[in-house]
């Protein structure tokens, strides 16, 4: 009780007093009193054999300050159910078919001490004369290596223990499967997975022949296939493979034993992979169940779970549960890892990913930068995740409007992957469609299409006909010809992206609701408004399937019908579609987001059009401020928000706060804009016909002569 109560006077301690119930006859456990031959004469103390198992019972506290506790323990009783099922379940799992020094060296590489367990296999080399006898060693050694990341050095002890296991066993023997199975992950570690399927795949037919239908390294085999198949992209091979790794898990195994948690993690992301995320989520919250029953609260495996199920809400758009499941990843990991440890890394930069997704992006910024500088600690210059970091910081920047520092992210993503990555390797493919984004976004239409294209012809050399990011490669080019004013090409492209998309997504993917979503677009441009109305229609009935109903891309989708029904005339229509596009928003959204902006300035639109000017000069106010503090002084919306101000005091009558608001709106233009804008000549128009109706008719024709200078050098030079 001393020792225990030491603990009040240090603050990082916890005093334990332990009460040990003991009842001779319930166990065979040796335990005897060594009062005196103990150093300690004045203690009575016992000694317990190693083995003893005592069973915890009830936990009480014995201050107030929750600085000391009594628990009570009672030794185990021979008979105790519970305690047979777990010893007798360790015994099969510690190798029971291995004895001495080997045994001993299988444990260590089981409990991750590598370079341990290789002295250890090394001396059993030297002592080993028998060639024949030398298989197993080999075996082990190549298994070592592969734990340390030597793939080619693991894989030359298999190809030496491969040829003595075949001269000396049976064609189906267990030994010869382990052997194709170790060999089937080092191919798949090396990323070579057509030959690791093929090792996996003998593995697994020497198993069938040799193991009952319900063996547990039935179950592996199955795993490691469905593993490789999900590497490879084939989502319905590797969930077929997995589900049959559960089966024989849930018959051979413990309810809770890890490896069905990682049974149910692997379908998880299977399923995430899909697109089908409900199934995802439930999948690795049976996984994350399971290893909180079986592992220490610390475990890494319960950073991975954490992190899983933080991606599928991501994707699902629920960012406040995606993030927090992200922070519980990355508690787990500061806990458990060390602070440089690329799993850290990964965190870090999921929860930036997180972050930019709800448009906080000082923090993305801050995150990704976390995550760069561990990466850049614990892995080589031209490690692929090093790129990973570079074009998520330049998404953020991108996204920050800062289009030079985003370039130049994404332009070292790129250099990294060129030096780490075969040149057709679909992460190239990422890094050239990023850059492209950024010269869209700068304006640059033809660099932006040569960059897409080249995205392109690596996406068609590196992936399946129908993989979502050649579609994803189609809807880009598609948007750059849009802005270029070539719908018919826009059109193409938005249909070829649709067409992938259709037989590889599941129904409700929210990519599907991308495509239709930007066909409505190019339709409505070329003032097809019916076909317009249908594909915004499709996009928003997929979105409210798969999307939070306050989802802001919902809130796109109500604006985009609201501007197709406003241009058909239907003006109610387009009012009802607006205001629920400005209510998803601003349950969504910041309260300065330019999409708000967008949304009051919409619904003025409507309100002008129905000749309520009182209702449209208050939503363009609306719209004025929230651009005011979201946009540069110079942004072209702010520009517009002038403009419309401009003409609802127009018809208003009010000239003189028409024309303010249109000179401003003209200044703003002219600074923006290249002279021979059509909304710069609008501007001058506008101003023309105020001063027509306050009869200053000089003025009036001056900028009436401007406006058609702006429109004669929009028109082409033929």
Same mark, same amino acid.
């Given at each position: ?13 916890v ?13 065979t456990?040796?335990?005897a009193?060594?009062k005196?031959v ?16 005592f ?9 107030e300050?929750?600085?000391?506790y009594?628990v009570?323990?009672?030794l185990?009783?021979?008979?105790d159910e519970?305690l ?6 360790i015994?099969k799992?510690?190798?029971p ?15 991750g ?8 296999y ?12 030398k ?17 080619l050095?693991?894989?030359t ?8 296991y075949q ?6 023997h267990?030994?010869l499967?382990?052997l194709?199975?170790n060999?089937?992950e080092v191919?798949?570690s090396?990323g ?12 697994l037919?020497i ?7 319900n063996?547990?390294?039935?179950g ?7 593993l490789v198949?999900?590497s ?13 790794a559960?089966?024989?898990r ?8 890890p ?24 999948s690795?919250?049976?996984?994350? %169940?399971?290893?909180?029953?079986s ?5 890494p495996?319960?950073g ?6 933080g991606?599928?809400?991501?994707s699902?758009g629920?960012y406040?549960?995606a ?5 519980k990843a ?8 060390a602070?440089n440890h690329?799993d850290?890394?990964?965190?870090y930069?999921?929860?930036?990913l ?5 448009s906080?992006?000082?923090k993305?910024?801050?995150?990704h930068?976390?995550?760069?500088a561990?990466?850049?600690q ?5 490690h692929p ?5 570079y ?5 953020v920047?991108?996204?920050m409007?800062?289009?030079?520092? %985003?370039?130049?992210s ?11 990555l075969?040149?057709n ?7 050239y469609?990023?850059?492209?984004l ?10 932006a299409?040569s960059?897409h294209?080249?995205?392109?012809a ?7 006909s ?5 579609g ?18 826009a ?27 930007n ?14 109305l249908?594909s915004?229609?499709k996009?928003l009935a ?9 989802h802001?891309s ?8 609201g ?5 058909m005339?239907?003006?109610?229509k ?5 205001e !629920?596009a400005?209510?998803i928003r601003?349950?969504s959204?910041?309260s ?6 967008m ?7 409507v309100?002008?059009s129905?000749?309520?000017h ?9 719209a004025?401020t929230?651009?005011q503090k979201?946009l ?11 403009n419309?101000i ?10 003189a ?6 000179e401003?709106?003209l %200044?703003i ?8 804008h059509?909304?710069?000549g609008?501007?001058y ?12 008719y000089? !003025? ?7 406006a ?11």
């Amino acid at each position: 009780l001393n020792f225990a109560q030491q603990a009040a006077t240090n603050p990082n301690l916890v005093g334990i007093l332990f009460i040990m119930s003991i009842n001779p006859t319930d166990s065979t456990s040796v335990f005897a009193s060594i009062k005196n031959v103990s150093y300690f004469h004045t203690k009575d103390e016992v000694l317990f054999s190693m083995h003893t198992i005592f069973r915890i019972g009830d936990i009480q506290p014995m201050d107030e300050n929750n600085r000391l506790y009594q628990v009570n323990l009672t030794l185990a009783n021979d008979n105790d159910e519970h305690l047979r099922t777990i010893t007798d379940r360790i015994r099969k799992e510690t190798f029971p078919n291995s004895k001495g020094w080997s045994r001993l060296g299988e444990f260590l590489i089981k409990m991750g001490q590598f370079n341990k367990a290789e002295e250890i296999y090394e001396v059993l080399f030297d002592q080993t004369t028998d060639e024949n006898d030398k298989a197993p060693i080999y075996n082990q050694l190549g298994r070592i290596k592969d734990k340390q990341g030597k793939h080619l050095e693991a894989l030359t002890y298999y190809e030496k223990s491969l040829p003595i296991y075949q001269k000396t066993l049976a064609s189906n023997h267990p030994d010869l499967a382990h052997l194709y199975n170790n060999i089937g992950e080092v191919y798949y570690s090396m990323g070579d997975y057509s030959k690791a399927l093929a090792s996996h795949e003998k593995a697994l037919t020497i198993r069938q022949q040799s193991l009952p239908s319900n063996h547990s390294d039935l179950g592996v085999s199955y795993n490691n296939i469905g593993l490789v198949y999900y590497s490879m992209g084939d989502c319905s091979k590797a969930l077929a493979s997995h589900e049959k790794a559960l089966a024989i898990r849930q018959q051979s195994l413990p309810s809770n034993h890890p490896d069905l948690g990682v049974s149910y993690s692997n379908m998880g992301l299977v399923y995430y992979n899909m697109g089908d995320y409900p199934k995802a989520l439930l999948s690795h919250e049976k996984a994350i %169940a399971i290893k909180q029953q079986s592992l220490p609260s610390i475990h890494p495996s319960l950073g991975n779970s954490y992190n899983n199920i933080g991606l599928v809400y991501y994707s699902m758009g629920d960012y406040p549960k995606a993030l927090a499941s992200h922070e519980k990843a990355l508690g787990v990991r500061q806990q458990s890892l060390a602070s440089n440890h690329s799993d850290l890394g990964m965190s870090y930069n999921n929860i930036g990913l997180v972050y930019y997704s709800m448009s906080d992006y000082p923090k993305a910024l801050s995150f990704h930068e976390k995550a760069l500088a561990i990466r850049q600690q614990s892995l080589a210059s031209s490690h692929p995740d090093l790129g990973a970091s570079y074009n998520n910081i330049g998404l953020v920047y991108y996204s920050m409007g800062d289009y030079a520092k %985003a370039l130049s992210s994404h332009d070292n993503a790129l250099t990294v992957r060129q030096k780490s990555l075969p040149s057709n390797h679909p992460d190239l493919g990422m890094s050239y469609n990023n850059i492209g984004l950024v010269h869209y976004n700068m304006g640059d239409y033809p660099k932006a299409l040569s960059f897409h294209e080249k995205a392109l012809a690596i996406r068609r050399q590196s992936l399946p006909s129908d993989h979502p990011d050649l579609g994803m490669s189609y809807n880009n080019i598609g948007l750059v010809h849009y802005n270029m004013g070539d719908y018919p090409k826009a059109l193409s492209s938005h249909e070829a992206a649709l067409a992938i998309r259709l037989p590889s997504l599941a129904s409700n993917h929210p990519d599907l609701a991308t495509s239709y979503n930007n066909i409505g677009l190019v339709y409505y441009s070329m003032g097809d408004y019916p076909k317009a109305l249908a594909s915004h229609e499709k996009a928003l009935a997929i979105k409210q399937q798969s999307l939070p109903s306050i989802h802001p891309s919902l809130g796109n989708s109500h604006n985009n019908i609201g501007l197709v029904y406003y241009s058909m005339g239907d003006y109610p229509k387009a009012l009802s579609s607006h205001e !629920k596009a400005l209510v998803i928003r601003q349950q969504s959204l910041p309260s300065d987001h330019s999409d708000l902006g967008m949304s009051y300035n919409n619904i003025g639109l409507v309100y002008y059009s129905m000749g309520d000017h009182p209702k449209a000069l208050a939503s363009h106010e609306n719209a004025l401020t929230i651009r005011q503090k979201s946009l540069p002084s110079d942004h072209p919306d702010l520009g517009m928000s002038y403009n419309n101000i401009g003409l609802v005091y127009y018809s208003m009558g009010d000239y003189a706060k028409a024309l303010l608001s249109h000179e401003k709106a003209l %200044a703003i233009r002219q600074h923006s804009l290249p002279s021979n804008h059509p909304d710069v000549g609008a501007s001058y128009n506008n101003i023309g016909v105020l001063y027509e109706n306050m009869s200053n008719y000089a !003025k009036a024709h001056s900028f009436y002569g401007r406006a058609v200078q702006v429109a004669q050098q929009a028109l082409p030079s033929n």
